[in-house]
């Protein structure tokens, strides 16, 4: 593709050469004899490149070179000048020139210096098409979920990506809250800077200080190096704090005074610095309860959440498993270079039916393993792990008797509620079945959710009839 190069300068003679000078080497030229000129060319043209005198009747280059660094950053841009001036020469490079070159300059440098911006125009437009990519790669195309509550989250993602506040994100542990973090930034403003992500509760105390805030040179035993920080490298992007309810409270007040003051200050340094990052925090813990029993500062809970997004457990919306089903055969067997295969009714049944303690997550991973070890084009039950066919009840260990005793009705009530909670649960709240699934008759399944008040939180319970 031939590159079209766009010269700017007000001395006829200097145009007429360069334009046969470029043509010649087989570029396309465009002129303008004016900053107004190069000023319409650009809106309207589309270039790979600019050269551009600085000193014109009608203004300076400089201000033509911002311009179009605001309208396009990867254009490349050239400076001519007809005396030398470091000066001139720091300011245009600092706004974005890609070099500088004075009059009379030697054609064959200026031949360089072109070929050489236009190699770098490539390369930044590569970057530019993976980036484009990356962010392909999670729209929500790439989030399944057709059920209700899941299409309330995309409505939810889609109108906070376009602002900048603080967002919450809770729910179980392989629900998806990573996923839906980066959805947010990519599908936001801040798209063309950087998503970070640190765990809070991977890390001590003061590593996970410098991680976020980044420390001075010799500021401890170990900080050999300058470090930036988090807070520095997502500069314009989004910080994801996962594992939020872990931080200890020490660093939950340098979080919060962080967050209200939105400047930050290394560890060891002794100024502050502004820096304009958009938080998303995560956790698989109930937060406000946290907050309630004094383990998670008030202020901090207030700060973090703005905007609160809870993801459902997948046992919640046990209608996208299908959908899950096949997107994860379709998305493994790619990456196991493989062909699809499909899936026998028997089996999506019991993955249908199973409580997916580890979500999301753990359905992923059940598909790979049984995409690994079958053998035909059709997965089937055998293929499947042992805990998805025989589900253990979550009761942890078998019970022992404490040394202190127990109250044994107390016990078998909790058990009870537990069990007939969880076989509600599966059965999306129709009492029938989940009488059923525990060998009740309807009647007394009634009596106990009744006396147990099982189905009043948030979870409706549906009467047969419903
Ligand atoms: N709705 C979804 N559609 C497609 N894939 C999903 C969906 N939800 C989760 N996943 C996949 O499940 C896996 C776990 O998701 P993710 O890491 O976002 O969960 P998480 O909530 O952050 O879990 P944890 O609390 O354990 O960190 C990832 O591989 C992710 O791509
Ligand atoms: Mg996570």
Not at 12 to 36: I, N, Y
Not at 37 to 59: H, K
Not at 137 to 153: A, T, V
Not at 263 to 279: N, Q, Y
Request: hydrophobic fraction near 40%; aromatic fraction near 6%; charge should be negative.
């Amino acid at each position: 593709m031939t590159a079209r190069i766009l010269v700017v300068d007000d001395e006829q003679s200097m145009l007429d050469f360069l334009q046969l000078l470029l043509e010649e080497s087989g570029f396309r030229v465009t002129t303008a004899s004016c900053v107004e000129e190069g000023r319409t060319q650009i809106r309207e043209g589309s270039f790979d490149l600019v050269l551009c005198d600085i000193i014109m009747p009608d203004g300076s280059g400089l201000d033509l070179l911002r311009e179009i660094k605001q309208q396009d950053s990867r254009m490349s841009v050239i400076m001519m000048t007809a005396y030398t001036s470091t000066k001139t020469a720091i300011e245009a490079m600092r706004r974005g020139a890609y070099d500088y070159v004075s009059k009379p300059f030697d054609v064959e440098e200026l031949k360089v210096i072109i070929q050489k911006a236009l190699e770098k125009t490539e390369l930044v437009d590569e970057n530019f098409y993976l980036r484009r990519e990356l962010e392909e790669k999670y729209r929500f195309s790439n989030i399944i979920g057709r059920s209700r509550p899941m299409q309330e989250i995309f409505e939810l993602v889609e109108r906070v990506s376009r602002t900048s506040s603080t967002v919450l994100l809770e729910g179980e542990s392989g629900t998806g809250k990573e996923l839906i973090a980066r959805a947010i930034h990519y599908e936001s403003p801040r798209s063309s800077h950087r998503f970070l992500s640190v765990n809070c509760g991977a890390l001590p105390e003061n590593l996970l200080e410098s991680e976020l805030f980044g420390h001075e040179r010799g500021s401890f035993t170990g900080a050999v190096r300058e470090k930036k920080g988090l807070f520095r490298e997502a500069h314009k992007g989004t910080l994801l704090l996962d594992e939020i309810s872990e931080m200890t409270p020490a660093m939950q007040v340098k979080l919060l005074r962080a967050l209200q003051e939105k400047k930050i200050r290394k560890v060891g340094g002794s100024t502050e610095e502004p820096v304009d990052v958009r938080i998303i925090a995560a956790t698989n813990q109930d937060l406000r309860q946290l907050t309630e029993q004094g383990e998670f500062r008030e202020d901090l809970y207030y700060r973090v959440n703005v905007i609160p997004i809870r993801l459902p457990p997948l046992r919640r919306r046990r209608e996208d498993i299908p959908l899950l089903v096949d997107f994860f055969i379709k998305k493994c067997s790619t990456g196991m270079g493989i062909e699809a295969r499909r899936i026998s009714v028997e089996a999506m049944r019991i993955l249908e039916s199973y409580h997916w303690p580890g979500n999301v997550r753990e359905l992923e991973n059940v598909i790979e393993r049984a995409l690994a070890l079958s053998e035909g084009d059709t997965l089937t039950a055998d293929d499947l792990p042992a805990q998805i066919l025989e589900p253990t009840p979550p009761l942890g260990e078998a019970p022992s008797l404490p040394a202190e005793g127990l109250n044994l009705e107390q016990y078998l009530d909790e058990i009870r509620k537990q069990l007939m909670a969880e076989a509600l649960d599966r059965a999306a709240g129709v009492q029938t079945q989940a009488a059923e699934v525990l060998g009740m008759s309807f009647r007394s399944f009634r009596y106990y959710a009744k006396k147990m008040r099982l189905g009043s939180g948030g979870f409706p319970v549906v009467e047969p009839g419903d």
